[in-house]
């Protein structure tokens, strides 16, 4: 999953940018923070809803997100984007 993450230049970090993409059928995988919010959850639960886009809660909190997707604050979603 770190991998994935670290490896790919085609992801988008925060819950803006990911439910802009997962709008415009372009995301592919979604990553969370274990300790995000409920009600951001359900947000990108909603917003993955039949757009066939792997969800997947990761056991690194927002800040360790952040620090894979190498950013200096914290990250609760990435997204995988399509070339």
Not at 4 to 29: P, S, W
Not at 42 to 52: H, Y
Not at 65 to 82: P, Q
Request: glycine share 4%; hydrophobic share 45%.
């Amino acid at each position: 999953m770190e991998r994935a993450i670290l490896e790919t230049e085609n992801k988008v970090v925060g819950l803006k940018q990911t439910l802009r993409v997962l709008q415009q059928n372009k995301a592919t995988k979604v990553f969370v923070a274990s300790d995000i919010e409920d009600q951001v959850l359900r947000k990108i639960k909603a917003a993955c809803l039949g757009k066939n886009v792997k969800l997947i809660v990761v056991r690194a909190n927002q800040k360790e997100l952040g620090r894979m997707c190498r950013i200096d604050v914290g990250a609760a979603v990435v997204a995988l984007v399509r070339n």
